[in-house]
């Protein structure tokens, strides 16, 4: 699931100079190591999705604002591919 530009090893710090093992861990956390992640919508980092943007709907847990967890379904992003995922995690445009 994780790649660079040769054989699946992460790239290099992204352009926030967050280092890569962050990115990483991040996506450990997100998808439960990919277990968590729906099969083929490719969202690693459980992106959601904006009105424009291809999605599926999943059931998820959002926190309110006096901390108690809700459960409901969100929109979350689809992607053609892991790679396109992590390359817009790696960018400036999902921050």
Known sequence: MLRDNHAGH???DDVRGV????TIAQWMLESG???HMPPH???PFGIKASRDQNFVMTPTHEETRD??????????RVFSSINEAFDLHYTDAYW
Request: proline fraction near 13%; avoid cysteine.
């Open 10 to 12: 992460p790239r290099q």
């Open 19 to 22: 280092p890569a093992s962050i």
């Open 33 to 35: 190591f990919g277990q």
């Open 41 to 43: 919508f490719n969202n």
């Open 67 to 76: 901390h108690r967890l809700l459960s409901t379904m969100a929109p979350f």
